[in-house]
């Protein structure tokens, strides 16, 4: 017999001590699973597997499992996120056992590293999986009025709040899950290389989740990648090494500071540094030519 679970707001303690594989350890596994407590698991796709190397996360309800984004490698032999995610839903299950659970699969945006293991999802059964671009999302969410309102979804006693986040991506949603307090925000929001083509959405969305941690409605924020070491320097893309990371869990101040540096920024496009993230104003050649010269001159150092 299943007996129901409580899921009340801010009702989580976190486990935040936890050392990431980064690697440096060639035999480190396709992907690392942290519990953040019994309900809310982090999973990390090894940089072995993805330069990306992203964060993809699954929140427990009464009635059925969240699952947000399914990183970057449709081959399970490669990135055995299905095998990971059964395994983690039969244990949880041999916990907390109920008929029939369910589990919906969905997508912080639609780039590839974090919708290519979609596929491995499409024959699970009692599974939905939400298309990623941005008519599929307004139409399963309902959220009719894009990009304004929000959505709930209700995981059974867990009602977690989907934002619409364009910006970064003109699909973008953010999720805040009351009861661990923390915004799964993507790509909007992380410790790198924050990329904004459309850059008067992204100061709407970002001023809209500075508002909503103000209210004191988050605590902890977390995006899908890590791209700055301790020393607030960004990695070159593409490498497979991130020594000395720094940790992906923000506190919920971060969002003002970023929204402060968006707005000092919005009129000049470019590349501008600030402590803990960078803002790449706008989709320009330069810029981009300029990752990609850094990144080969760092792959010609390290062979």
């Given at each position: 017999?299943?007996?129901?679970?409580?899921?009340?707001?801010?009702?989580?303690?976190?486990?935040?001590?936890?050392?990431?594989?980064?690697?440096?350890?060639?035999?480190?596994?396709?992907?690392?699973?942290?519990?953040?407590?019994?309900?809310?698991?982090?999973?990390?796709?090894?940089?072995?597997?993805?330069?990306?190397?992203?964060?993809?996360?699954?929140?427990?309800?009464?009635?059925?499992?969240?699952?947000?984004?399914?990183?970057?490698?449709?081959?399970?032999?490669?990135?055995?996120?299905?095998?990971?995610?059964?395994?983690?839903?039969?244990?949880?299950?041999?916990?907390?056992?109920?008929?029939?659970?369910?589990?919906t699969v969905a997508h912080t945006h639609a780039h590839r590293d974090h919708t290519a293991g979609d596929a491995q999802f499409a024959d699970r059964p009692h599974t939905t999986v939400v298309g990623a671009e941005v008519d599929e999302v307004r139409e399963f969410f309902?959220?009719?009025?894009?990009p304004n309102g929000s959505a709930t979804v209700d995981l059974g006693g867990r009602r977690l709040e989907v934002i619409p986040s364009p910006g970064h991506h003109e699909s973008a949603i953010s999720v805040l899950d009351p009861y661990s307090g923390f915004l799964f925000?993507?790509?909007?929001?992380?410790?790198?290389?924050?990329?904004?083509?459309?850059?008067?959405?992204?100061?709407?969305?970002?001023?809209?989740?500075?508002?909503?941690?103000?209210?004191?409605?988050?605590?902890?924020?977390?995006?899908?990648?890590?791209?700055?070491?301790?020393?607030?320097?960004?990695?070159?893309?593409?490498?497979?090494?991130?020594?000395?990371?720094?940790?992906?869990?923000?506190?919920?101040?971060?969002?003002?500071?970023?929204?402060?540096?968006?707005?000092?920024?919005?009129?000049?496009?470019?590349?501008?540094?600030?402590?803990?993230?960078?803002?790449?104003?706008?989709?320009?050649?330069?810029?981009?030519?300029?990752?990609?010269?850094?990144?080969?001159?760092?792959?010609?150092?390290?062979?």
């Open positions: 017999m299943s007996h129901p679970i409580a899921f009340p707001a801010g009702g989580a303690p976190h486990d935040l001590k936890v050392t990431w594989n980064n690697g440096t350890d060639p035999e480190e596994p396709p992907a690392q699973v942290h519990h953040l407590e019994e309900h809310t698991v982090v999973i990390r796709q090894s940089l072995r597997t993805s330069a990306e190397a992203p964060f993809v996360v699954l929140l427990f309800g009464d009635e059925r499992a969240f699952l947000l984004d399914t990183g970057d490698e449709r081959d399970s032999s490669v990135w055995p996120l299905r095998p990971i995610v059964d395994e983690l839903v039969s244990s949880w299950l041999s916990r907390h056992p109920r008929e029939g659970y369910g589990l309902g959220l009719h009025d894009w925000s993507g790509d909007t929001v992380y410790p790198g290389r924050l990329y904004v083509p459309d850059m008067a959405a992204f100061l709407a969305t970002i001023d809209r989740l500075a508002e909503l941690a103000e209210s004191g409605g988050i605590s902890h924020v977390l995006g899908c990648h890590i791209e700055l070491d301790g020393d607030g320097r960004d990695y070159a893309m593409g490498v497979r090494e991130h020594p000395m990371e720094q940790s992906p869990f923000m506190p919920a101040d971060r969002l003002a500071v970023i929204r402060g540096a968006a707005q000092s920024v919005a009129h000049s496009p470019g590349v501008h540094r600030f402590d803990g993230f960078v803002i790449y104003n706008g989709n320009r050649f330069r810029d981009q030519v300029g990752l990609l010269i850094r990144s080969w001159r760092s792959r010609l150092r390290s062979s």
